[in-house]
């Protein structure tokens, strides 16, 4: 049996430990707990369930359930996504942009949350609401470590969590770097692994994305 997932407050310690939080996108609901089972067994108890399918919020719920692991809520564009999020059992928040709106929900509601910077404008906002710890999204897309160094550069209390584009061949570069205690992606769970009913593909992607992680 898996160990407890961490209360709130230790959220932020746990996806830090484990390094990698899996980005899913579920189609049906009904695959939650079989996604969760090759989670667990390939070594990572974490998933953050984007609000971008109707099967969203109740995949959140079903994961929420098991034991041992970390759910959070993805693709959180508006406040009522927030607290629909925490009463289905999600336990940290995550956007694509910095919204004030979202992020004073979620501060509400005491839940942890990581918003999306993309510039340093955003990163003060985070530190204006009293956030150390934001996403730099899209990762790649906005040039990558070397911009994330460029714009990390003033502000030594932040923690990053680039999210975009990121996969086995350059997660290692982005973790070497102190700032960053994590990365988000979704290559280890990606739907069309699934889509057969198959999580065997999923359970071995995840034991080679914890090995790459280990190697850091």
Sequence with gaps: MSPPAPAKSDVPGFIAHHRIVPIITMRDAAQADPLVEALLAGGLPIA????????????????????????????????????????????????????????????????????????PTDIEMALD????????????????????KAIAAPYHMVKFVPTGGINTDNIRDYLAFKPVVACGGSWMVKPDLFADGDFGPVEAAVKAAVRAVAEV
């Design 48 to 119: 953050e369930v984007t609000f971008r399918t109707d099967a969203a919020a109740a995949s959140i719920e079903a994961m929420s359930k098991h034991d041992g692991l970390l759910v959070g809520a993805g693709t959180v564009l508006k406040p009522d996504q927030v607290d629909e999020a925490r009463d289905r059992g999600a336990t940290f928040i995550v956007t694509p942009g910095f919204s004030p709106k979202v992020v004073t929900r979620a501060l509400e509601l005491d839940l942890p949350i990581y918003p999306g910077v993309s510039n």
């Design 129 to 148: 609401h009293g956030l150390d710890s934001v996403k730099f999204f899209p990762a790649e897309s906005y040039g990558g470590l070397k911009t994330l």
